[in-house]
């Protein structure tokens, strides 16, 4: 691997495959045994909630493949069991997106394509309102766009099946949410228009160059682009949770996802497809870097996102992750590049109980316990803080009010009764798991709040002060 810079009832008979030999300097056989009973116990754990139907999970580190195994049930219907070897495909959902920005990038390494191009050079149809809106900033999700799944006739328009130029003459009429560069909010509408200049650009439609240029190379051989119709051997269905438990999924036309969203895979390619992205397989050094180095707004705030990809401190450890959620399938990939440790959890539900849990309890049985926070002291006044902030997130106006509790800040998300009691780490700077918030101040008072979880970074303005 190349070094990174910096339910019940539905249960069916859980299988484990255990593959490989450990390798030099890691644990003796004993230890490993029970470090691999420790993972399948989880998996299993995870698949006794009634919320899940099944799942396919793989943990590798290094040349050492810890756990590869099916839990539960592909098919509720027929009580088919996951296969036992982790074969099943499922809906990856925005999984897809990494390989979207690596066929990007594949086409920056041709030089067919320019990072910093205005991106009406590829797609000179649509109409960006008299916005520069570089190509980059479709790969990070800070472009300002309006997503279309945000959009209230998407529920409409998911059901149908029509010209992909439908989509772009929808979103040319809906204002930019933000000016490019400024924020970030999670955006299908920009990897929905990455995939059509993929498209101009090679000359092949999307389809066809990802299994031509990336599944067929790597011999990806059970990954292909998802259809509502075709008969695929191995396909686990999908189901969405509801109150009276768990539903057969709701019907979703794929020349919708497309490329922000329409790939299906098993956890075996997956773990296939991170040995090779993240070894030099698949790009340039150089482009390999950009791929997943997050650019910085255009005023210099960092951000978590990279291209299709997002990079995160997990407990002090480096992650490269990402995850999916579409109709009746929730999946999740996390890659540790000091500890070449990669985890990858495809679930064929959705509902409250999806991947995420499971990951970072596999994480944490390879690699131990998370490392806590340590709070810092706050030696300036939490009343300068305390107020209402409001600005654009995905799909909404998202209002957080801030208060002071004794010597702590409680944060509430539109008067949510949940409450945030983010830590002190550091300058104006918060913290509450993968939430991050740091406050701004302008003119020696506090008129912002940046809200950064990762997938987005909303600029909150102060609406309690004038």
């Not at 067919?112 to 109409?127: G, R, T």
């Not at 036309?253 to 296939?272: E, I």
Request: glycine share 12%; hydrophobic share 40%.
């Amino acid at each position: 691997m190349r070094t990174v810079p910096g339910a019940g009832s539905v249960l069916g008979l859980a299988t484990l495959v255990v593959m490989g030999t450990p390798a030099s300097g890691q644990v003796d056989s004993t230890d490993r045994s029970l470090l691999v009973a420790r993972l399948d116990s989880a998996a299993r754990a995870h698949t006794e909630h009634e919320m899940v139907a099944g799942v396919s999970v793989a943990v590798v580190k290094g040349a050492d493949t810890l756990l590869l195994g099916g839990y539960g049930l592909v098919d509720l219907e027929w009580g088919v069991h996951t296969p036992v070897d982790a074969t099943a495909s499922y809906e990856i959902g925005s999984v897809t997106k990494q390989f979207t920005a690596a066929a990007v990038m594949q086409l920056v390494d041709e030089g067919k394509l320019d990072l910093d191009a205005d991106m009406s050079e590829y797609l000179p149809e649509f109409d960006s309102q008299g916005q520069e809106v570089p190509l980059r900033r479709l790969l990070d999700h800070t472009s300002g766009i309006k997503g279309y799944t945000e959009m209230a006739v998407f529920g409409e328009l998911s059901m149908k099946d029509l010209p992909r130029d439908t989509l772009v003459s929808l979103v040319e009429k809906e204002a930019f949410e933000f000016e490019p560069g400024t924020a970030l909010i999670y955006n299908n509408s920009a990897y929905f228009f990455l995939g059509l200049i993929i498209e101009r650009v090679s000359g092949q439609s999307y389809e066809e160059y990802v299994e031509e240029r990336l599944f067929a190379p790597l011999v990806m051989a059970d990954s292909y682009y998802c259809s509502e119709s075709a008969i695929r051997p191995g396909r686990a269905h999908g189901y969405d949770g509801s109150r009276e438990g768990l539903v057969r999924k709701r019907y979703l036309d794929h020349g919708w996802p497309y490329a922000a969203g329409s790939l299906c895979s098993t956890a075996g390619d997956l773990v296939r497809w991170n040995q090779a992205l993240h070894g030099g397989e698949v790009l340039s050094d150089a482009s390999y870097r950009e791929m997943i180095t997050p650019r910085p707004l255009g005023d210099g705030t960092p951000i978590r996102y990279a291209m299709g990809l997002g990079i995160a401190d997990r407990g002090g450890r480096r992650a490269i992750v990402h995850g999916g959620g579409i109709n009746g399938f929730l999946s999740g990939g996390w890659y540790y590049p000091d500890e070449d440790l990669i985890i990858v959890v495809l679930q064929n539900s959705t509902g409250p109980v999806g991947p995420d849990a499971l990951g970072d309890a596999l994480s944490e049985l390879v690699l131990g316990p998370l490392a806590e926070v340590v709070a810092s002291p706050y030696d300036g006044s939490l009343d300068e803080l305390a107020g209402e902030y409001s600005g654009p997130a995905r799909g909404r106006r998202l209002t957080v009010s801030v208060s002071r509790d004794g010597d702590q800040l409680v944060v509430t998300e539109d008067g949510a009764e949940e409450v945030m009691r983010p830590i002190h780490v550091g300058g104006l700077t918060w913290e509450s798991g993968a939430t991050r918030l740091w406050f701004i101040r302008e003119g020696g008072r506090v008129t912002q709040l940046r809200l950064d979880q990762g997938g987005g970074h909303y600029v909150l303005r102060r609406t309690d002060r004038s």
